[in-house]
């Protein structure tokens, strides 16, 4: 009898570093480049990241739980544990894209949030995981949004995420990947050096018949074409930045369309939360764009406890930014969030294993979830609470913080706060 070797090629993976070292294996260089792109030095990327390994644990030796829960709702969608998909263009990192990602998060009980820069259509993966939401930016005229709108909420979407904290910045000091105009044979014949260092990327590919898809289907006027990813891009910056009446407006038309609830994402300051509060908003994420926006801005963890503190009765708070493990899940729900959403995390299982790379990488964060639950005696991410962590002093950034009544001094605009 043949005995196999166990540790050989297991494609199961322990944890979302391993996951993202076999992206790096498998992606092409640009491509991966892509998914670990922050923007200018990287500060804002690396802080989300290492501000989670300043929070630490305080655990009990015995008097732990035998039975343990951590399911939720986000706008209404009740989910098996406190993390959903962050919505990503996942342009090129696998044939299946979006597909995937939406059947693994259905799968594993959560929730889908869909890009409008994606590469599968809101139809398709609303029909595979009927817990979606389609995410926007402020692009185009609003007309051409309410159609936009309309054509989610006919896919079933159950709820709209805006994304605004986007400002074009360009510049990143590792060199941005090259985002072909579109992927034709000139094109191939181009990046075949890169390309040709991967031959499972480009096999997984192959086997469809397919070759990576840069277009936007979600943002084809009706009966017309995809635009591609540039046409796309161009389109959006050249939308005027909206208004908070703006932002009022859009909250209102999703509203009358669906009667569906909406997020705003990538709020970082108190002001702003209150500002969401005012325009109608279901729910917030406090994040910073993965690190791919205004560089300096801090990790999104420090800003969440402020905004939690302010906004948090009124308005469900996620986060978003540096998850890779349970034990960050579990410190976010702490200061105040609701549940997170991930970016990278699940973009790197997709490029290491398809669908099931994207279970297994929700299949860490529940177990690395379960684990902290476990270890502080606790029995519910209901529990959980900033007294029960060691959190340094100056580790909160309150940004934009009203002044208080009667208070004559200008508004502060950042407050370290222990
Ligand atoms: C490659 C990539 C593409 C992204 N595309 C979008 C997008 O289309 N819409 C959006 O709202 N956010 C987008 N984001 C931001 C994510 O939704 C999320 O805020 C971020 O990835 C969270 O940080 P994390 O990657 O550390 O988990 C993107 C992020 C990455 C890494």
């Known amino acids: 009898m043949k005995i196999e070797n166990p540790w050989k090629q297991n494609p199961w993976f322990e944890s979302v570093a391993v996951a993202q070292r076999r992206a790096q294996k498998r992606l ?144 990143r000091d590792w060199g941005s990947p090259e985002i072909p105009e579109k992927v034709d044979l000139k094109t191939m014949v181009r990046l075949a050096p890169a390309v040709a260092r991967r031959p499972r990327w480009l096999y997984e590919f192959a086997k469809t018949g397919a070759i990576p898809d840069l277009t936007a289907p979600n943002l084809a006027p009706p009966g017309g074409a995809a635009p591609t990813f540039f046409g796309a891009y161009y389109e959006w910056m050249t939308t005027p930045p909206p208004s908070w009446e703006d932002v009022a407006w859009m909250r209102e038309q999703w509203a009358q369309l669906s009667g569906m609830p909406f997020m705003l994402k990538g709020v970082c300051r108190v002001d702003d939360a209150l500002r969401a509060v005012d325009a109608g908003v279901t729910a917030i994420s406090v994040s910073n764009h993965g690190g791919n926006n205004l560089d300096s801005t801090p990790a999104s963890i420090r800003m969440l406890k402020p905004v939690s503190d302010a906004v948090g009765e009124q308005i469900e708070v996620l986060l978003d930014g540096g998850i890779r493990r349970g034990s960050d899940v579990v410190k976010a729900l702490a200061l105040g969030a609701r549940a997170v959403m991930i970016g990278r995390a699940y973009l790197w299982g997709l490029a290491a294993n398809g669908q099931t790379g994207v279970e297994n990488v929700l299949d860490v964060l529940r177990g690395g979830i379960d684990s902290a639950l476990l270890g502080m005696g606790l029995s519910s991410i209901d529990e959980l609470h900033p007294d029960l962590f060691a959190i340094p002093v100056g580790f909160h950034r309150a940004l934009g913080v009203p002044p208080a009544p009667g208070d004559t001094q200008a508004p502060l605009a950042v407050t370290a706060i222990s």
């Open 28 to 171: 092409p260089a640009p491509v991966y480049a892509a998914l670990v792109a922050g923007s200018e030095a990287g500060l804002t990327i690396g802080d989300n990241e290492a501000a989670f390994g300043e929070i630490g644990f305080a655990p009990h030796v015995a008097g732990h739980r035998a039975e343990r829960s951590m399911t939720t709702s986000v706008m209404g969608q009740d989910i098996s544990l406190p993390v959903i998909i962050s919505p990503t263009g996942v342009q090129a990192v696998h044939p299946e894209g979006e597909l995937a990602v939406a059947r693994a998060a259905a799968a594993r009980g959560t929730v889908m949030g869909l890009s409008n820069f994606a590469s599968k259509s809101v139809e398709e993966v609303a029909a595979v995981n009927p817990s979606t939401f389609f995410q926007m930016y402020w692009t185009g005229d609003r007309d051409v949004m309410i159609q936009r709108m309309d054509r989610a909420r006919a896919a079933g979407a159950k709820g709209l995420i805006a994304t605004l904290d986007w400002s074009f910045s360009m510049g």
